[in-house]
T-cell receptor, first 114, second 115 residues
Framework: DTGVSQNPRHKITKRGQNVTFRCDPI?????LYWYRQTLGQGPEFLTY????????KSRLLSDRFSAERPKGSFSTLEIQRTEQGDSAMYLC????????????FGSGTQLSVL | AQSVTQLDSQVPVFEEAPVELRCNYS??????LFWYVQYPNQGLQLLLK??????LVESINGFEAEFNKSQTSFHLRKPSVHISDTAEYFC?????????????FGKGTKLSVKP
């Protein structure tokens, strides 16, 4: 088991462009979470999937953000028309009942919007 | 609104000294409490958690935290720190009606252990 994998590690884009991040959870973890972390702050919850169903969404997740987990395995987070305020570390985590819902975090994708 | 306050952004200590990282929360409902640690260039890892039962919880590397409902606190302590404990520590809460993974984090405390 290689843990939660996130790609890319870094993404630099220009304002107005669309970006997509990928998260591969630990296999057999049915729950998957997206968080965002800005400099000097703790992570902020964005959204949560149980299998392929998106069950919770934060008010932080504006209409420009969309997340999917089509087959209940990997997940993608897309940001449309990026803004400078979107610059942050985007973290993915997964869990399962077998691990007593302990969250396993990936190393994150660092987004810089110029 | 629910919130988590970590009172110290940075805590410098010497090796083998005791340390306490403070965490207070506000919530109108029952909560689960967590401490996560982020070592340099690594992802967040769960250090310890309180869900119910004994209010004192321990980690495998000598840290402990005590849930104090009356003071709405969940301070993290270690009687003797090592250089390898240098990391950023995040306190987090999950409210009972949300999924356990929907966490509200504090801003973090950077612990630096000096020889």
């Amino acid at each position: 088991d290689t843990g939660v994998s996130q790609n890319p590690r870094h993404k630099i884009t220009k304002r107005g462009q669309n970006v997509t991040f990928r998260c591969d959870p630990i296999s057999e973890h049915n729950r998957l979470y997206w968080y965002r972390q800005t400099l000097g702050q703790g992570p902020e919850f964005l959204t949560y999937f149980q299998n392929e169903a998106q069950l919770e969404k934060s008010r932080l997740l504006s209409d420009r953000f969309s997340a999917e987990r089509p087959k209940g395995s990997f997940s993608t987070l897309e940001i449309q028309r990026t803004e400078q305020g979107d610059s942050a570390m985007y973290l993915c985590a997964s869990s399962s009942r077998a691990t007593n819902e302990k969250l396993f975090f990936g190393s994150g994708t660092q987004l810089s919007v110029l | 609104a629910q919130s988590v306050t970590q009172l110290d952004s940075q805590v410098p200590v010497f090796e083998e000294a005791p340390v306490e990282l403070r965490c207070n929360y506000s919530s109108s409902v029952s909560v689960y409490l967590f401490w996560y640690v982020q070592y340099p260039n690594q992802g967040l890892q769960l250090l310890l958690k309180y869900l119910s039962g004994s209010t004192l919880v321990e980690s495998i590397n000598g840290f402990e935290a005590e849930f104090n409902k009356s003071q709405t606190s969940f301070h993290l302590r270690k009687p003797s720190v090592h250089i390898s404990d240098t990391a950023e520590y995040f306190c987090a809460v999950s409210e009972g009606f949300r999924s356990q993974g929907n966490l509200i984090f504090g801003k973090g405390t950077k612990l630096s252990v000096k020889p």
